[in-house]
């Protein structure tokens, strides 16, 4: 124990110094201090617990840490291993996968490249890595323009999907490619590489060319062949022309070109001539031909140049089509043709027409004028007491024989106007049973005199009118009627019948004439409507069934016939015309004009013959103009550019000197005669003389022989006149009054044809009915006379 109360460890050793061993007197105690050895030992010992502890536990720890890294060895090792297994796999899915795999820099320089790129462009992968990515990008717009907008999206950081862009193989091929581009970034977000894959749509892309080109081709069909529709002749070279710019544009062919066989004609596009090298070229891809053809024939060559930037492969569908857009121009070719042959054909027709009808009328001219005075003087003589019986028997045959040369000669023209084509139908609304039952009074009294009987046979009901032309229904009648009563034997019966049906607002009539007679051979029943063809035992010229037939079937109508050799024949005329509703009929006083009001007005008469001036001068003086005459074409235009212009010129067609046509031609082209009134005046009633005077400068046209009335309101229309009179009384106080409107109507055709034993049979007729008829007698007078101007005059509308 220490002085302060401490315990302390102390060690204490004794010893026996040597000399002193046995003198135990003297030990030597050694007292050692060992409480801070003590306390030194036990820090000591607990630390080295303490590092043992920690030791321990490092030691766990480690082991346990080496545990760990082994297990982390093993897992990384493993790691590694699937690595790299899965790198091969991605390596031999990119070496062989069928898209192009390929990386670019940001410096436009290609990093990586599968080996597919052999097979799509026809390089190595060695001979792609390493150059710029423009070398291997067509040149096109399709090609560079949109490569560089993908690679400055790339360097701005953006994707590309799905844009399709153009390169260029090894061999020049243009090659399309689907592109898709993702960037690859640095560890500072800046792009510096691309993962790209590339597909080839070259197929696609030449399978939607083959369908947009035959859309092309579709819709160029279509339009080429509604363009052949509507090509005229007049406009041919026109169409062709527009047909192949059409070509080119629609189908995106470089240029075109149709070729006609005969070599008449080539049209072309404007550029045609550019390409003349791909003309001479055979091979399919520079220049594609396609025959033009109609009917097994070939007329031509379609011919279209293809350059290699348009070169499309060419399938069955695009030919087909082709060789329909061929056919279509054929067709329309050969159309056009036919056409130009049918209008020269047409042409030397109508000119022969024109020649026949100019022939005509100049006949007409020539022969009416003296047959009209032989035939009055004839007539004049045969009613002269002082002339013998004998000799009146000769004046007789030779006015019979005078008269059945002029129907002759009618005959013929109205064939030359029917064949012609001029047949003015003038429909009007008749009264059936009025008109037939005329008629039949009328043949009935021809009929008698032949010993024959007649017979009219009308249904019950018949409308009470009907729109039809009854001039021209009672010529083709009377035509028929005259023909069985011709070929009839005395005794029997011809009967005339009508029946009718109505449907719909349309009145279906059938005319029946009935025979008994010597009847039609089953042979000759097809020809006895040709022209000039006659039975044995036939006057005349064969002419009237022709005639009839035309105007039939102008009339809408047809003619048949049934007939049977003994027995007799039986012709059916069959029309349909509309039903109209009845007006009621009232006959007015007409004004006889005797004079006009106002100043005197000058007329100037031109005609080569004298006896036509002066009709004309004594009606137009009667009337109160002042009147001069001239005989010719060069006088007049010599006169009226002396004088002061007359009112109106009354001008004659036909004049030796100058004709009419070209006098009113040359007059209309002068100051005086500009504006001058002119009327035609014609002995032709063809229509084409009609539209010739007003094409010449006429103002109207009127046929000889002239009709009062007619001239009376032309004068009044052209120069605007006011006429003076008297009231003409209707009916009994009147001559042309007192006729019904259907023998009137009958007389005025008569009188156009010049048909006087027709006139003579009519009022023969008439006076059986009606004896001591005062107007009869008039106009029987002023047969007597020949005076067919007058009996014109007083029978006019």
């Known amino acids: 124990m220490s002085p302060r109360g401490e315990l302390r460890n102390v060690l204490v050793s004794w010893s026996v110094p040597p000399n002193h061993r046995t003198d135990w007197a003297r030990v030597l105690f050694t007292v050692v201090d060992l409480t801070d050895y003590r306390r030194v030992k036990s820090e000591l010992e607990r630390a080295h617990e303490q590092l043992e502890q920690r030791v321990g536990e490092r030691t766990a720890a480690l082991s346990q840490v080496n545990t760990q890294l082994r297990h982390e060895i093993a897992s990384r090792l493993k790691a590694e291993s699937d690595l790299r297994a899965q790198e091969q796999a991605f390596r031999d899915l990119y070496e062989n996968a069928p898209n192009v795999y390929w990386s670019t820099g940001a410096d436009g320089l290609i990093k990586r490249v599968n080996r597919q790129v052999e097979g799509l462009l026809g390089y190595r992968p060695e001979e792609v890595v390493g150059k710029p990515l423009m070398a291997f990008v067509a040149d096109t717009a399709n090609g560079r323009d949109k490569a560089r907008v993908v690679f400055e999206r790339f360097r701005q950081g953006a994707a590309t999907l799905g844009e399709e862009v153009e390169f260029c193989a090894k061999d020049g091929r243009i090659v399309w490619v689907n592109v898709n581009v993702v960037p690859v970034f640095d560890a ?60 080119c544009t629609l189908a995106r062919f470089d240029a075109a070109r149709i070729v006609r066989s005969d070599s008449q004609s080539c049209w072309a596009t404007p550029n045609a001539n550019a390409h003349g090298d791909l003309w001479d070229r055979r091979d399919h891809e520079a220049c594609i031909r396609v025959p033009v053809r109609h009917a097994g024939t070939q007329l031509g060559e379609l011919q279209l140049a293809l350059s290699h930037a348009n070169a499309t492969e060419t399938g069955d569908g695009d030919t087909a089509m082709l060789k329909l857009l061929a056919d279509s121009i054929g067709a329309t070719l050969f159309r056009i043709e036919t056409e130009r042959e049918l209008i020269r054909a047409r042409e030397l027709a109508e000119s022969g027409s024109q020649a026949k009808s100019d022939f005509l009328a100049s006949m007409s001219h020539e022969l009416r004028t003296p047959l009209n005075v032989i035939l009055g003087y004839a007539q ?283 006098t009113v031609r040359r007059l209309r082209s002068r100051a005086a005669g500009s504006a001058l009134k002119v009327v035609a005046v014609s002995a032709s009633a063809f229509e084409t003389e009609r539209r010739q005077s007003i094409v010449s400068g006429c103002d109207d046209f009127l046929v000889k022989p002239l009709q009062v009335d007619q001239v009376i309101e032309c004068l009044g229309r052209l120069l605007a006149l006011r006429w003076t009179g008297t009231s003409a009384t209707p009916l009994a106080e009147g001559v042309a009054g007192a006729l019904p409107e259907s023998l009137r109507s009958a007389l005025r055709e008569l009188v156009a044809l010049g048909d006087v034993g027709g006139i003579r049979t009519l009022i023969d007729a008439q006076e059986l009915a009606s004896p001591g008829d005062a107007a009869l007698q008039r106009l029987r007078a002023m047969l007597d006379r020949f005076d067919l101007r007058a009996l014109a005059a007083e029978v006019a509308a």
């Not at 070259?202 to 160029?220: F, H, I, P, V, Y």
């Not at 001029?422 to 059936?432: C, F, G, S, Y």
């Not at 006083?589 to 001036?613: C, I, K, M, P, Q």
């Open 188 to 247: 500072f977000g800046a792009p510096v590489m691309t993962r790209s894959v590339i597909t080839d749509i070259s197929d696609r892309k030449r399978t939607e060319a083959l369908l947009t080109r035959r859309l092309e081709l579709e819709r160029m069909v279509a339009s080429v062949s509604k363009q052949c529709a509507e090509a005229q002749l007049d406009n041919l070279d026109a169409a062709m022309n527009e047909i192949v710019v059409d070509l």
């Open 380 to 662: 004049l003589l045969e009613r002269d007491p002082r002339i013998e019986s004998d000799t009146r028997g000769n004046l007789r045959t030779m006015r019979r024989s005078g008269e059945h040369l002029l129907t002759l000669i009618d005959d013929v023209l109205q064939l030359a106007r029917v064949e012609a084509g001029r047949v003015d139908l003038q429909p009007r609304a008749v009264n059936l049973s009025t008109m037939l039952g005329e008629l039949g009074e009328m043949f009935r009294i021809r009929a008698a005199d032949a010993r024959i009987r007649f017979a009219l046979d009308l249904p019950a009901s018949l409308p009470a009118k009907v729109l039809l032309d009854d001039r021209r229904l009672r010529q083709v009648l009377l035509n028929l009627l005259g023909n069985a009563l011709k070929y009839s034997r005395v005794g029997t019966t011809v009967t005339l019948r009508l029946s009718s049906s109505v449907s719909a607002g349309t009145q279906t009539l059938c005319f029946e004439v009935i025979d008994q007679g010597v009847g039609i051979s089953a042979d000759e029943v097809d020809r006895i409507f040709e022209p000039f063809y006659q039975l044995e035992r036939s006057d005349g010229v064969g002419l009237g069934l022709a005639i009839s037939r035309k105007l039939v079937a102008a009339m809408g109508g047809s003619i048949t016939v049934e007939s049977q050799v003994g027995e007799g024949s039986t012709f059916r005329v069959a029309i349909e015309v509309p039903v109209v509703d009845a007006v009621a009929e009232e006959t007015q006083a007409s004004l006889v004009a005797t004079g006009y009001e106002g100043a005197r007005r000058r007329v100037l008469v031109v005609d080569d013959h004298s006896e036509n001036r002066l009709v004309l001068r004594r009606l137009l003086e009667s009337l109160g103009f002042e009147v001069d005459e001239l005989d010719g074409g060069i006088a007049a235009l010599d006169w009226i550019e002396r004088r002061p212009a007359p009112d109106l010129v009354f001008i004659d067609l036909v004049m030796p000197d100058m004709d009419g046509f070209e």
